[in-house]
């Protein structure tokens, strides 16, 4: 009874348009107050239980990095790199956008972010150089989203909590599939190249892209490096990320002012004041379910329906294909990842490998109608309708689903780096 009437609240709040750190609220009030001894009061305490761990610091740590990065010169910098490397490569700029956001996803953990500051640069520089537009914006779409898989991601840290696994152990597994999927997307941009795209070597240029953008290289290296050493944890390499960022702008490239700083703090805190509040109320749902054995019960029927590993795998698959494609994928995490990973575990899988086959799943939403956060932002940088956008991606859809088969089939493509 107590089921069917939540489902109804939920269904009623989704109708009348309520956000969704309203209805997660709702839900663990109503939870606690029909099911549990507890009662409602719990969920006050769970806020400050959950406000008060540490790993949270490092999501707005990486996005004020990103944010200071997009405003600032690192990004073009690192693209001038790039650009310089490729060039003797047919498709070479094209290929450049893909290693482009790749390096920059590994600073500002966030694919809208990595799209924005890579694609505003080289989508101009592609059209230019004579590229077809679809392409052009299906590999800087497409590339963008190498933004929550390439680590350190915001949604392995939100994945972490909620699934409760190690977050340097997500970051690490993240490395395989990036290069995976890094190399299948060069290869498409390989096999697309237009004529007349393969450039000349030139050491004078890539000599002087080298010297102006050292500093933004080594960014990286200092953060993943100082993770994967365990000499800082992730929550300290973010804030290591703000700080480098900084240093470098200010007193290095002087590409910022000290007038612009509360600008980025204020587009921070704008991205991430709702998100903290769903991401808390969440948790305390997620402490509800395990009081009440509710992933454990779950587990006990799917075993009754699905009768192997390879059967739950592609049944998992296309169930987040479907959500990434209907949510966003913090809502996706925050929903799914209780419920998803026990029964993972139960059918073999380990959870931090199930964690990063999920990321990829939902990575491939981001450019998925109707939600695709990715298809809108291109659509707002480049300046084309919607549509067109949609059209430009979905012949690298395939590209991706292909990685992610490989990724989810073959465990070692993520657990090679993890030390158990």
Avoid at 118 to 125: D, E, F, R, T
Wanted: proline fraction near 5%; aromatic fraction near 10%.
């Amino acid at each position: 009874m107590f089921w069917g009437l939540l489902f109804l609240i939920i269904i009623i709040l989704i109708l009348v348009g309520q956000p969704l750190f309203v209805i997660m609220g709702s839900i663990a009030a109503l939870s606690y107050h029909f099911v549990s001894e507890e009662g409602v009061s719990i969920v006050i305490g769970d806020i400050f239980y959950a406000a008060n761990k540490e790993i949270l610091l490092a999501i707005p740590l990486f996005v004020l990095a990103g944010q200071i990065m997009t405003k600032g010169s690192i990004a073009h910098r690192l693209i001038n790199i790039a650009k310089a490397i490729t060039a003797p490569i047919p498709s070479g700029l094209a290929i450049s956008s893909v290693l482009s956001c790749a390096v920059f996803a590994a600073i500002s953990g966030s694919s809208p972010v990595t799209l924005i500051a890579v694609g505003s640069i080289l989508y101009p520089a592609l059209i230019k150089a004579g590229y077809d537009k679809k392409l052009a914006m299906g590999m800087l779409s497409v590339g963008g989203t190498l933004g929550i898989i390439v680590p350190p991601s915001i949604p392995m840290i939100i994945f972490a909590i909620m699934a409760q696994v190690s977050v340097v152990d997500l970051f690490k597994a993240g490395i395989g599939p990036s290069i995976i999927l890094i190399f299948l997307l060069c290869i498409y941009a390989f096999a697309r190249a237009p004529k007349g795209s393969r450039g000349k070597w030139d050491t004078q240029e890539f000599l002087k892209s080298l010297k102006e953008g050292i500093l933004s290289m080594f960014m990286p290296f200092v953060i993943l490096g100082g993770i994967y050493s365990g000499f800082f944890t992730a929550t300290e390499s973010a804030a290591i990320a703000v700080l480098y960022a900084l240093i470098v702008e200010f007193f290095i490239h002087k590409e910022m002012k000290l007038k612009d700083i509360p600008i980025l703090l204020e587009e921070t805190a704008g991205l991430l004041g709702t998100l903290f509040l769903i991401l808390i109320l969440a948790m305390s749902f997620n402490k509800f379910m395990t009081y009440e054995e509710i992933p454990q019960n779950l587990v006990v029927i799917m075993t009754g329906l699905i009768s192997s590993k390879i059967t739950f795998i592609l049944g998992v698959n296309v169930l987040l294909l479907i959500v990434g494609c209907i949510m966003d994928i913090m809502s996706a995490i925050l929903v799914l990842a209780p419920i998803l990973t026990p029964m993972a575990v139960y059918y073999g899988m380990d959870p931090v490998h199930f964690g990063i086959m999920m990321i990829v799943n939902l990575e491939i939403g981001y450019i998925t109608p109707p939600i695709g956060i990715n298809l809108f932002v291109a659509s707002s940088i480049f300046k084309e309708n919607l549509s067109t956008v949609i059209k430009s991606v979905a012949p690298l859809l395939f590209v991706l689903i292909f990685g992610l088969l490989l990724i989810s089939f073959i465990p070692e493509i993520s657990l090679f780096t993890v030390t158990k």
